[in-house]
């Protein structure tokens, strides 16, 4: 067994022991059936806030004339950024040959499809008439770039659930020989198994289907953040007025997800007894490619706030002292050095780069993720070119409402609940793809 193989699986194994530790979690146990209630009542809450603003109308939030982006629109952003994590690690690490993410590719994929299904709709919760959502697709503009949004988001979304399913396949025909399966999983898994019985012909059409994929999701991938920086960047608004928001939100994307993918793995490591197949050895390599990307991302920030300063025009100077020592400040700072520069710094060291510091590490970027979104949405429109003049007070200024926040927290749920259900019916790591890159025959 190579030292490639000995990474990826922590100890040598046969496929009656893939079958027992990579199905095993399969079931529908009483904790399992908790977790879901208590989703199922969470979601009822805030879809009922949902109902209680669909009938009296935007008017409950705190959206008004002049801050018509808030919550909604952050939320938007961070979930199209979670989303890209699969591009990241199936295709881009995928492509070029890196053997260690074989156990974490899944995950990824699984988050990706989550994250993805789930933005359109939180689209419609700021919408104040969702039933004309059908006039998007009936009379889009190629002119909007909101049509270009949903197109590229839609294909987005196909092509993750392929990359989710296609690889899955094999793993699926395993699967429904097992014993100690629901006899209704075994019937799902053999109808969506699609016969497959490991030939030469199978294998390479999975293979050449998947690399299809990876090649195309690559540039859609990138189009559904370079689209949605545009929906800001064509406003000459401070804050937004930037040439760099393309790589600017691609970069923050690959964070969010990578911070997503780590606290994925060592919730599914601790849950379904994964120890021997997420490894320290992939957190550690997790957590090398975090800096990598959150290095990259640093610089965006660093080049968004450099270059206006250093012009300060009127607009802008109004726009970043409010952010560095005004209204935003203390949030700014937080998200900036408790979200990234000091996860930097602590991910340099390896002791950090451990499932337990690494799982923490990941939560506060992930939270700053969020607030940054918020932080490039809310106070750039506090911020008029005009003076604010003869309106209430919370006409000029956002504070999000209790119904507001709970309509936020609605699509957050819908995402654990989906990752949750997908975890728990399918093997998380890929079972045909470990045995045979670990020398096991699988027939």
């Not at 806030?49 to 009938?55: G, N, R, V």
């Not at 994929?109 to 104040?128: H, K, N, P, R, Y």
């Not at 197109?151 to 296609?166: K, P, R």
């Not at 999983?185 to 050449?208: H, M």
Request: glycine letters at 6%.
């Amino acid at each position: 067994m190579s030292s490639e193989k000995v990474k990826n699986v922590a100890k040598p194994v046969d496929l009656e022991i893939l079958k027992r530790d990579l199905y095993g979690h399969i079931n529908l146990s009483t904790s399992f059936k908790a977790w879901m209630g208590f989703l199922t009542l969470l979601l009822g809450g805030c879809l009922f806030a949902y109902f209680i603003q669909l009938k009296n109308g935007l008017i409950v939030t705190g959206l008004r004339d002049y801050v018509s982006w808030g919550m909604y629109l952050s939320n938007f952003v961070f979930f199209v950024a979670s989303s890209l994590i699969g591009m990241l690690i199936s295709a881009v690490l995928g492509l070029v040959g890196i053997k260690w993410i074989t156990p974490i590719a899944r995950i990824a994929e699984i988050i990706a499809v989550a994250f993805s299904a789930v933005a359109g709709l939180v689209i419609v919760s700021d919408m104040g008439r969702p039933d004309r959502l059908l006039n998007v697709f009936i009379h889009g503009r190629f002119q909007s770039p909101i049509l270009w949004d949903v197109t590229v988001i839609t294909t987005y979304m196909v092509i993750s659930v392929l990359l989710l399913f296609i690889p899955l396949i094999p793993d699926l025909a395993i699967g429904k020989k097992l014993d100690n399966l629901p006899k209704w999983l075994k019937k799902v898994y053999s109808i969506l198994a699609l016969n497959f019985i490991d030939s030469p012909e199978q294998r390479k059409i999975i293979a050449s289907s998947i690399r299809t994929l990876l090649i195309l999701i690559v540039p859609v991938a990138l189009s559904i953040h370079t689209v949605t920086s545009w929906l800001f960047a064509v406003n000459s608004r401070p804050g937004w007025d930037s040439t760099i928001f393309g790589p600017y939100f691609v970069s923050g994307a690959f964070v969010a997800g990578s911070a997503c993918v780590i606290i994925a793995m060592y919730v599914f490591r601790n849950s379904y007894k994964l120890k021997d197949y997420l490894t320290d050895f992939h957190f550690n390599q997790m957590g090398k490619l975090l800096v990598l990307v959150a290095l990259v991302y640093l610089y965006f920030n660093i080049n968004e706030y450099l270059v206006p300063a250093y012009k300060m025009q009127k607009a802008e100077a109004h726009h970043l002292h409010e952010l560095f020592a005004g209204r935003y400040a203390v949030m700014f700072w937080l998200t900036q050095l408790g979200g990234l520069i000091l996860p930097i710094l602590l991910l340099l060291l390896p002791k950090m780069r451990k499932p337990k510091p690494i799982f923490v590490i990941a939560l506060a970027v992930l939270l700053g993720a969020w607030f940054k979104r918020f932080i490039i949405v809310v106070p750039t429109m506090e911020g008029p070119f005009l003076p604010i003049q003869h309106v209430p007070h919370n006409y000029m200024f956002y504070s999000p409402t209790l119904i507001e926040t709970a309509v936020t927290i609605a699509p957050i749920v819908m995402v654990v609940m989906i990752v949750s259900v997908l975890a728990k019916f399918l093997p998380i790591i890929p079972v045909y793809e470990t045995a045979h890159e670990n020398g096991i025959v699988t027939k």
